[in-house]
């Protein structure tokens, strides 16, 4: 038997040969969440030695991690905005860009009346389930093309004890009916050549409908765009989270729908969020 001390050594040595570059950290939460404990555990008991199943179920998770696959699949969730999200290969991993976005949406609207929202290609249901935490009086509704994203989306509304969201399967608009106070996404904006050119475990694992847009990643953000104005209130919003160097032309697209379109950086001070007011 290893101790964990000697089992975390050898796998953030085998991780970093691996090109892993957190190698020490995903070491310590692949482990952390294998034995069920904080990753403070493992040093305040780094002499305790490893049962032989453990390690052999741990080495199965360092494999999987050295191949590349998401640290997030792995484990099968991942925090986001206060929420615990479960996540697999049919959603994509929520990302800290996203989380930006929801800080900016409830900073700017906590005291206006938002009671409904639209949550377009919701997949994880990790935007509309955080919109639906603090909008309480808000009915959200979130739709997916994807029945697998929509089961899981489901499945996290559960897990997280939100009750004033539904999910429907819809393309973007197709089923959708109503009008909506704001209307929200994070649509597919890569083109193809910026997907083969992303890491291993974006190109490898995650959904690459989720991700790649045609017209220069732009399609399904002129769709949006374009149609939303037949689901919005006349005082309502649509917020888009978008590809850095897409701004320009949006806003030259957006001018045939909305007479207000606000471009704001994300923390990384990259055009990465979009606003549309009548």
């Known amino acids: 038997m290893a101790s964990l001390i000697e089992v975390l050594k050898q796998s953030e040595l085998f991780l970093k040969s691996k090109g892993i570059t957190a190698s020490r950290l995903d070491s310590e939460l692949l482990l952390s969440h294998l034995l069920g404990c904080k990753r403070s555990f493992l040093y305040l008991k ?11 179920r741990f080495q199965s998770l360092l494999f999987r991690r050295g191949n590349r696959e998401p640290l997030q699949y792995i484990i099968g969730e991942v925090d986001f905005y206060g929420l615990s999200i479960a996540v697999d290969k049919n959603v994509l991993i929520p990302r800290h860009e996203t989380e930006e976005l929801i800080g900016i949406v409830i900073s700017r609207f906590r005291n206006k009346s938002i009671g409904s929202i639209l949550d377009l290609g919701t997949g ?140 704001i950086r994300d923390l990384g001070r990259e055009n990465r969020f979009a606003f549309f007011e009548y």
């Open 46 to 56: 780094s002499e305790n030695n490893i049962e032989e199943p453990v390690l052999s």
């Open 124 to 263: 994880s249901g990790a935007i509309g389930l955080a919109l639906a935490k603090h909008f309480t009086t808000a009915n959200v509704l979130a739709v997916d093309t994807s029945r697998n994203a929509l089961s899981m989306a489901q499945k996290n509304a559960l897990r997280n004890k939100i009750g004033n969201i539904r999910f429907m399967e819809s393309d973007w608009f197709e089923s959708v009916d109503g009008i909506f106070d704001m209307i929200i996404s994070n649509p597919p904006y890569l083109t193809n050549e910026e997907f083969e050119n992303t890491q291993d475990e974006i190109k490898n694992f995650e959904p690459k409908s989720a991700l790649v847009s045609a017209n220069n990643g732009l399609a399904d953000i002129f769709k949006i765009i374009g149609t939303a104005g037949k689901f919005l209130a006349k005082d309502g919003v649509l917020v888009l989270e978008t590809g850095s160097s897409q701004h320009e032309f949006i806003a030259r697209f957006a001018k045939d729908y909305f007479g207000k379109f606000e471009s």
